[in-house]
């Protein structure tokens, strides 16, 4: 009987001693849960990253602009900006998260991994590594089921919901996953997995869900390339042994603290934060009166 891991050291240990690859369990809970097979598991996860794939071509070569007018092609600009900051796959990998996430603000089709207010994450990081890494489709499939066996644990023990934990519920799970899916692809091993995770959620703990006019357009979207950015920067600490110090249950059991202590109008209320400046809430009352003019018409 396969059972869902209430903790990451319980994940590691049991992995350790039974000498399984850190996917195999969650490979084994899914068919049990589902009650299907290795290859239309397999299929699924293809499936569901083609879908990734396809939002992050999407978004760089479609139109992006929503009907409020907040997102407008930044995926399309950071691919094509002829300066570039740090190195062209850093870039690229701002501009797929960007591109994949404004995808779902023009209500296109994503993967929400693990929520549709994260969905440019997970697309912008697996797109690059493999890109970059020449990782090939069976190893993503091990990741992608990596990356879930660490949101399971999160959701049980935390939250990845904007509306219960605030962004870093949402956008801070996502790059935990990311991040540990970029250690597992590249050999790291299990500690050095979590503990990439553990650097994750350390950088996005207390990160408030305040979405512009209620929508899930500001500032989700340059937050979904940020926690990219941190995936990958966390990736790269776990790789090179640096420690995280506190381990990763207890960064999952602070995240669930903060959740619980945050105000109710940083959970995705539209009540504080950036929402509330006098800018969002000109464009909170224009993107209404937009609305009532549309119901209006029909």
Not at 49 to 69: E, I, N, W
Not at 147 to 164: F, Y
Request: proline fraction near 4%.
């Amino acid at each position: 009987m396969s059972m869902l891991f209430n903790s990451f050291k319980e994940w590691e240990l049991t992995c350790s001693e039974a000498n399984l690859p850190l996917y195999q369990p969650v490979l084994d809970y899914e068919i049990e849960q589902k009650n299907t097979t290795v290859p239309e598991i397999r299929i699924g996860l293809l499936r569901a990253y083609q879908v990734m794939k396809d939002a992050v071509q999407t978004g760089l070569t479609q139109d992006m602009t929503s009907r409020s007018g907040m997102v407008n092609n930044s995926g399309k600009k950071v691919f094509n900006s002829p300066i570039v900051v740090l190195s062209p796959e850093f870039k690229l990998l701002v501009a797929r998260a960007l591109a994949a996430k404004e995808v779902n603000s023009c209500m296109g089709r994503i993967v929400a991994a693990p929520t549709a207010g994260a969905s440019g994450i997970m697309p912008g990081v697996l797109v690059t590594l493999q890109e970059v890494h020449g990782v090939d489709d069976e190893k993503i499939v091990e990741c992608l089921l990596v990356a879930a066996g660490i949101a399971l644990i999160i959701e049980q023990n935390a939250s990845l919901s904007g509306a219960v934990g605030g962004c870093q519920a949402e956008t801070g799970s996502a790059a935990a996953m990311g991040s540990g899916a970029i250690v597992y692809a590249l050999g790291g091993s299990p500690k050095q997995v979590f503990t990439a995770v553990a650097i994750t959620i350390q950088c996005m703990l207390g990160l408030v869900c305040d979405p512009v006019a209620g929508l899930v357009e500001v500032p989700c979207i340059v937050r979904n390339a940020s926690a990219a950015a941190i995936a990958y920067s966390s990736a790269q600490m776990a790789l090179a042994l640096v420690d995280a110090v506190i381990p990763v249950d207890e960064c999952v059991e602070a995240m669930g603290e903060i959740g619980q202590s945050m105000e109710t109008r940083y959970k995705e209320t539209a009540l504080g934060g950036l929402a509330a400046t006098t800018t969002g809430q000109a464009i909170a009352q224009r993107v209404l009166i937009s609305d009532i003019d549309i119901i209006e018409e029909e």
